[in-house]
Nanobody
Framework: QVQLVESGGGLVQAGGSLRLSCAAS????????MGWYRQAPGKQRELVAH???????TYADSVKGRFTISRENAKNTVYLQMNSLNPEDTAVYYC????????????WGQGTQVTVSS
């Protein structure tokens, strides 16, 4: 079994910054992709950004130029640096990992709330 533990959410004013962290632990041979998704009230969960083992990144158009995803492979940890936050970024942010152990499995964290006040 694999656990993803997120931290770093909170309340911030518009224009501010937050940094999310997510550490994976458990039965892990390797992690192909780690990423962040978010879900605002009444909306579907959407991709924010993801990063491969080799460092290739993908971002949602809405966060390009403001958010930066990074990872430390040796620590099975992914980060999301969020700058220039605006109220539309308010959501529960979920960590996601595509993990290779006995096979390939997809795991989710419990979510961390990010609230941006205007």
């Amino acid at each position: 079994q694999v656990q993803l533990v997120e931290s770093g959410g909170g309340l911030v004013q518009a224009g501010g910054s937050l940094r999310l962290s997510c550490a994976a632990s458990g039965s892990i041979f390797s992690i192909n992709v780690m990423g962040w998704y978010r879900q605002a009230p009444g909306k579907q969960r959407e991709l924010v950004a993801h990063i491969t083992t080799g460092g290739t990144t993908t971002y949602a158009d809405s966060v390009k130029g403001r958010f930066t995803i990074s990872r430390e492979n040796a620590k099975n940890t992914v980060y999301l640096q969020m700058n220039s936050l605006n109220p539309e970024d308010t959501a529960v942010y979920y960590c996601n990992a595509l993990v290779m152990n006995l096979g390939m499995s997809n795991y989710w964290g419990q979510g961390t709330q990010v609230t941006v006040s205007s």
